[in-house]
């Protein structure tokens, strides 16, 4: 694991800033975890990783998960600005295990206005599931546009656009272990 020195001196100069480290993010996994794992003691979890943003957020978690695990990967895209999210979502790669009946833990990495997850919800129910929850690394509440529940939250955070640890602008960025705020007005430099 870097130490969050090593982190900021290979920062790319158009990330203003590290506004969670690995460390911190580390620490708040494992402790999600724990409270998945006393939450569904007994049962099986089928673990949906909402592609591509969740990836490093579901890697990690599952680790701390003290259950019988079942992975799928769903993958949603949203049409519009890069950093602005529409609510016309479309279904590109749907789950292969069949949900009904199971317990299904949705993994987001961000919850923005709400309208992808809103979707995704939505559509999931429709499959009978024995329950559906969510948990998300981060939430921005600020920009909500419809009621969300996160039943597992990492962090919420301020109105800022952010990448790294799996987070995207215009598919970069994903693989810096660290969140960090991005100045897009250095992009176009
Ligand atoms: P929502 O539908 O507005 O809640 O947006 C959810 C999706 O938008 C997330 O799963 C991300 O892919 C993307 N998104 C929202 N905010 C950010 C951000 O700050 N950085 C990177 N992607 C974001």
Redesign the pocket.
């Known amino acids: 694991m870097g130490s969050p020195m090593t982190e900021a001196a290979n920062k790319p100069k158009e990330i203003a800033e590290i506004l969670l480290d690995e460390p911190t993010l580390q620490s708040r996994i494992a402790e999600l975890g724990a409270e998945i794992t006393r939450d569904y003691q007994g049962e099986e979890l089928i673990v949906l990783c909402?592609l591509k943003?969740s990836i490093m957020f579901t890697v990690d978690l599952v680790k701390h998960l003290g259950l019988r695990v079942a992975i799928d990967f769903i993958s949603i895209s949203?049409y519009g600005a890069a950093t602005k999210?529409t609510?016309v979502v479309k279904m590109v790669k749907d789950i292969e295990e069949d949900i009904k009946g199971k317990h299904v833990l949705v993994v987001?990495?961000?919850?923005?206005?709400?309208?992808?997850?809103d979707y995704l919800k939505r559509s999931l129910s429709m499959r009978e599931p024995a329950s559906l929850k969510i948990c998300s690394l981060l939430s921005?509440p600020a920009?909500r546009k419809v009621d969300m529940e996160i039943d597992y939250l990492g962090f919420t955070i301020d109105d800022?656009?952010?990448?790294g640890y799996g987070?995207?602008?215009q598919s970069f960025y994903r693989n810096i272990p660290y969140i960090g705020i991005l100045d897009t007005s250095l992009l176009d430099e």
């Not at 800022?160 to 990448?163: G, M």
Request: charged content about 25%; overall charge negative.
């Open positions: 909402v943003g949203s999210s609510g987001e990495d961000i919850v923005d206005t709400g309208l992808t997850l921005k920009r800022h656009f952010v990448v987070l995207d602008y």
